[in-house]
């Protein structure tokens, strides 16, 4: 029973009753829970009867819940804090608690998940983004120093610094085109020219396109055959977004090669779809990482790409490529994804529409 007057527990039960979007409590002096409601039993995994008569903490497991509520109960004054429930304590919410009639309190707790997930992942881009800038700025004042110092011994030497520069600057203007490429297709504000192609000739043109740095490498091409009803099969693409995506897979295939290995380009038919594939005979990519490669700036480790490699496909990666292939996938209502074993191979795909 609330130990409220009847028109106060009236109107909380009302209020109950209506919560939509935050969990609402009704604690007594010795903060147990007289009341709840389908919210709050959900976020604690137990039935809203089971939970009457259970304090706070035993109820969610919180300290910062319990802690928030006894600064209410001891100063008679509203408190508000923080607190991570749920499984894990993986979701954030907002907690404020009010003192009311006999001694009771009313916690009111309202999600902020989304928010905090919000905040890492601009707090990630602004450590992600610097730490890919402060590389090559490093680099590039470095070697400035020594030739305005006059330490290069010979012209030789001055050109092979300047060459160095002129890469690092390189890189600099990837990174920042990437950004912009990814800020533009996440905004939404480059915009699709569907056009219904030829699968057989999306293939040929990537083959085409990649194959004089496969071949500075020393690694083959081949194009494997389409599906069976190839004539009767079309995608449903803008041929620049999906040329651009299946590049950059292509440049990957090439780039974690072994040498004198082999890139095979291919698609296939899916229900609704069709699907492109960039095999290679590469280092693989290791099982823990294969479900966040398409994250912005994740890699799986950033020695694996350096030298020869880095030269021929124009500089080192940021790790914005896979996200641009990811996002140009989705924006055509399709997917993109890998099945890779480490030290054999790697199997990337990029499902797009095709015609009814």
Do not use: C
């Not at 610094?161 to 990437?178: K, P, T, W």
């Not at 996200?323 to 997917?335: D, K, L, M």
């Amino acid at each position: 029973m609330l130990s409220l007057d009847p028109r106060s527990a009236e109107a909380f039960e009302a209020l109950l009753a209506r919560t939509v979007g935050f969990v609402l409590l009704l604690v007594d002096e010795r903060l147990r829970i007289t009341r709840a409601g389908a919210g709050a039993a959900h976020l604690a995994d137990r039935t809203a009867e089971e939970l009457i008569g259970l304090s706070l903490i035993a109820a969610f497991g919180s300290a910062a819940l319990d802690s928030v509520a006894r600064e209410a109960l001891g100063g008679d004054e509203p408190a508000s804090g923080e607190a991570q429930l749920g499984a894990l304590g993986r979701r954030h919410f907002t907690v404020d608690v009010v003192p009311i009639a006999a001694g009771n309190l009313v916690v009111a707790l309202h999600e902020i998940s989304t928010l905090r997930r919000v905040e890492r992942v601009r707090r990630d881009f602004i450590a992600n983004i610097s730490h890919e800038l402060r590389t090559p700025l490093a680099s590039i004042k470095l070697l400035a120093e020594t030739l305005s110092g006059g330490a290069a011994p010979d012209a030789d030497t001055a050109a092979t610094f300047a060459e160095q520069i002129g890469r690092e600057v390189d890189h600099l203007a990837q990174l920042v085109d990437e950004l912009l490429e990814l800020s533009m297709i996440e905004s939404g504000e480059s915009k699709l020219a569907v056009e219904t192609l030829d699968p057989d000739m999306v293939v040929a043109t990537l083959a085409e396109r990649i194959g004089p740095v496969a071949a500075r490498r020393h690694i083959d091409v081949r194009v494997l055959p389409g599906a069976a009803d190839a004539e009767a099969v079309r995608a449903l693409a803008d041929p620049a977004r999906l040329g651009q995506a299946l590049l950059n897979l292509a440049h990957n295939a090439v780039k974690y090669n072994r040498v004198e290995g082999e890139v095979r380009l291919g698609w296939q038919t899916l229900p609704g779809l069709v699907r492109f594939t960039v095999a290679d005979d590469g280092i693989g990519i290791p099982d823990a990482h294969q479900s966040r490669i398409f994250e912005r700036f994740y890699k799986v480790d950033r020695s694996r790409a350096r030298g020869e490699a880095d030269e021929l496909l124009g500089g080192g990666s940021a790790g914005l490529g896979l996200a641009i292939v990811r996002h140009i996938a989705e924006a055509h209502g399709g997917s993109a994804g890998v099945e890779s074993t480490e030290g054999i191979g790697s199997t990337f795909w990029v499902d797009v529409p095709r015609t009814a």
